[in-house]
């Protein structure tokens, strides 16, 4: 049983230039959430996507956006990047967008220089 | 939004000994769940105890949501026991959405 996959799990960007994030939801799961985390905090939620739509969002800017496949399978994009968006963004997957345990993987590791 | 305090933000046993940490969250929840932080920054679930207690292996975890706290108990700790420790709840209205606390950073001395 394939638990919660992302990639890539480290990468380096420049000011400005755009990352995409990809997450593959563990077997049996069809909601993908997003989070970012900061080093030395607690993650914080970006959004959740369910039936390839957008549910609910956090508190981030319009740069942060996000794709669900029909395999459930899901991409967080980021434009415009800046150094404070260098962060651990992690992929958590559940059944269902009400309520439920969640799962998370492993985590992309995104420096801006 | 709903607020999550852990306590303490640090911690540092000596194998053996046993711990006690906390979550207190300011209303009502659908859902808590305890992660240990690897440090490769994977989040291992450890409970998902929304209410009552559980126990797994020398871990065990108690939330009364009454009163909004939940405890996660270490006993016979042990240098892998090292780590970030969160504690992370979904208010009722919340929907499927993880508020996590600012974590205890736990350090097991050999």
């Known amino acids: 049983d394939a638990g919660v996959t992302q990639s890539p799990t480290h990468l380096i960007k420049t000011r400005g230039q755009q990352v995409t994030l990809r997450c593959s939801p563990k077997?049996?799961?069809?909601?993908v959430s997003w989070y970012q985390q900061a080093l030395g905090q607690g993650p914080q939620f970006i959004f959740q996507?369910?039936?390839?739509?957008?549910?609910q969002r956090g508190n981030f800017p319009d740069r942060f956006s996000g794709h669900q496949f029909p395999n459930y399978s899901s991409e967080l994009n980021v434009n415009a990047l800046l150094l404070g968006d260098s962060a651990l963004y992690l992929c958590?997957?559940?059944?269902?967008?009400?309520?439920?345990?969640?799962?998370f993987g492993e985590g992309s590791r995104l420096t801006v220089l | 939004g709903i607020q999550v305090e852990q306590s303490p933000p640090d911690l540092i046993l000596q194998e053996g000994a046993n711990s006690t940490l906390r979550c207190n969250f300011s209303?009502?929840?659908?859902?808590l769940q305890w992660f240990h932080q690897n440090p490769w920054g994977q989040l291992i679930n450890l409970f998902y105890?929304?209410?009552g207690t559980k126990q797994n292996g020398r871990l065990s975890a108690t939330t009364v949501a009454t009163e909004r706290y939940s405890l996660l108990y270490i006993s016979s700790s042990q240098t892998t026991d090292s780590g970030v420790y969160f504690c992370?709840?979904?208010?009722?209205?919340?929907?499927?959405?993880?508020?996590f606390g600012g974590g205890t950073r736990v350090l097991v001395k050999p």
């Open positions: 958590a997957s559940s059944r269902g967008a009400n309520t439920g345990e969640l799962f």
């Open positions: 077997s049996g799961h069809d909601t």
């Open positions: 996507y369910y039936e390839e739509e957008e549910r």
């Open positions: 209303d009502s929840v659908n859902n």
């Open positions: 105890i929304p209410s």
């Open positions: 992370a709840v979904e208010a009722s209205t919340a929907g499927n959405k993880l508020t």
